[in-house]
């Protein structure tokens, strides 16, 4: 033992060890264990989980059949410098399962307004019912302040509307009383309501997809894809100016009643029933005139730059069809014909082998094309009215063909699309198309909905004239 030199030990003390043997304080060690699974709130939710299983449950199967094979795993999967998505969760297949499940048992006030709505709008309970709201809208237009009282009087009809009825029984004293029910819960999966929020949003999903393809058709007129979109520039601007100096001579109440009850008055059932058709065929009587009056201009004009050997020689006309048909599927190409491209090739542009294949829309996913033919089907241009005699090698990149000896085709001019449809009992109404069903057969303006599933075709009839010339029988 060593000792200190400057230190006096007692002899009854006892020296302590400088290292113990043993540490009376061991460490915990670690314990490993699951996380706690989350219990059902209510339950009905219970009931929800224990009634379908996982492999049978409609909202899995809706979903798996939904999400691609590979998901990004990124938060963000749009744009790696967008910050609005940076905060939220990634795409995962089980968060969307569980969402998907709250939303569809919780979205059922918002379709029951959307009935209510479609009630009043659509003059289903009666004029009277309708009339009502009629006469509240009128009355808020009148007095525009009123507004301002609209979240009140929607609250306190909320309250009254559930305000307990009077019991006929004594009264009892507050401790005795019955507690309040509880709200009701969400329906349950596979319940009828929560099928009947699963059918509605498969309907408002078609809604929108229908209203998305219907305001497609215009966008290419506001983005600079269309002739016509320095057109609508000059007028809204025109409009601009003009609605500037007249702003103050409005008046605001008359405007917003006579726009609010305008879809009282589109929806009504004397208008559904009498006025549209008749509106309806006014219009397609003035499409029918504004095109012939467009053929016979453009007759007239193709007349004028006829040169002299033309008027003194004997000509006709020759015809052609253009098949195509429609194939289900992502399209191909996100163009369509318009006016212009057909005025182009009636001027006597080339128009092409056509085999580029046209988005149809409003239609739903497919395109036309010629290259969708079958081959039992007509050939992508035909010389015989009945279709199925081809041309075959003898067309060119311009649609022109051999003749008999002696005709010639008349320079000055092109090929025409018949846009009036002539040729056939129904009058075309795009472009000259001619829409047919899978056997060409029942022609109609516009394809039928229930053609997408059988398959449909479509036909154009092109015309250009010919003359006479001696001097080409002589040199042949």
């Known amino acids: 033992m060593s000792t200190f030199d400057y230190v006096e030990i007692p002899p009854d003390v006892i020296r302590l060890q400088s290292s113990p043997a043993s540490n009376l304080i061991r460490p915990l060690a670690k314990i490993s264990t699951s996380l706690p699974s989350c219990l059902p709130a209510s339950p009905t939710a219970a009931a929800a989980t224990t009634t379908f299983s996982p492999t049978k449950s409609l909202s899995t199967l809706l979903l798996n059949t939904s999400f691609p094979a590979s998901i990004p795993t990124s938060a963000s999967p749009r744009k790696s410098n967008t910050t609005l998505l940076s905060t939220r969760d990634p795409l995962s297949i089980p968060i969307t399962t569980v969402n998907f499940r709250r939303f569809v048992a919780r979205v059922g006030p918002v379709f029951w ?28 237009c009148y007095f525009p302040r009123m507004v301002l009282l609209i979240p009140h009087a929607i609250l306190a009809a909320i309250m009254l509307s559930t305000y307990p009825t009077p019991s006929s029984s004594p009264p009892e004293s507050i401790s005795t009383k019955n507690p309040p029910a509880p709200i009701a819960p969400p329906p349950s999966e596979g319940s009828v309501d929560w099928q009947a929020n699963l059918q509605a949003i498969q309907n408002l999903m078609g809604a929108f997809s229908d209203g998305y393809d219907l305001i497609a058709q215009v966008t290419p007129h506001l983005i600079h894809q269309s002739t016509h979109t320095s057109l609508v520039l000059t007028l809204t601007l025109l409009s601009f100016l003009f609605l500037l100096p007249v702003l103050p001579l409005i008046p605001l109440r008359l405007l917003f009643f006579v726009l609010g009850l305008s879809p009282f008055m589109w929806t009504h059932p004397v208008t559904q029933a009498r006025i549209i058709p008749l509106l309806t065929a006014t219009v397609n009587v003035t499409s029918l005139k504004y095109a012939t009056m467009k053929i ?3 007759r007239w004009i193709d007349d004028d730059r006829l040169d002299d050997k033309h008027w003194g020689a004997e ?9 195509e048909r429609w194939a289900p599927g992502p399209s191909l190409s996100s163009s369509s014909s318009t006016q212009d491209e057909l005025d182009a090739m009636g001027s006597g542009f080339d128009v092409g082998d056509g085999s580029g294949s046209v988005l149809l829309l409003g239609a739903g996913a497919g395109t036309w ?10 050939a992508p241009w035909t010389r015989a009215r009945d279709g199925w005699s081809g041309v075959g090698g003898e067309v060119s990149s311009n649609l ?8 010639a085709f008349v320079e000055t001019e092109g090929w025409r699309p018949d846009t009036l449809g002539s040729w056939v009992s129904a009058v075309s109404a795009s472009y000259g198309w001619v829409y047919t069903n899978d056997v060409w057969a029942d022609p109609r303006p516009i394809p039928l909905e229930a053609w997408k599933a059988s398959g449909m075709t479509r036909r154009r009839r092109w015309v250009r004239r010919v003359y006479f010339d001696p001097t080409l029988v002589e040199s042949a």
Request: aromatic share 16%; glycine share 6%.
């Open 315 to 323: 000509m006709r006309e020759v015809e052609l069809w253009e098949n």
């Open 369 to 378: 094309s010629k290259t969708n033919l079958r081959s039992a089907d007509r």
């Open 400 to 407: 022109t063909f051999s003749l008999t000896p002696g005709w």
């Open 113 to 140: 307004l959307q009935d209510r709505v479609e009630e009043v709008l659509m003059w289903r309970c009666g004029w009277k019912y309708t009339g009502v709201w009629i006469v509240s809208y009128a009355f808020l």
């Open 296 to 298: 016979k201009l453009r």
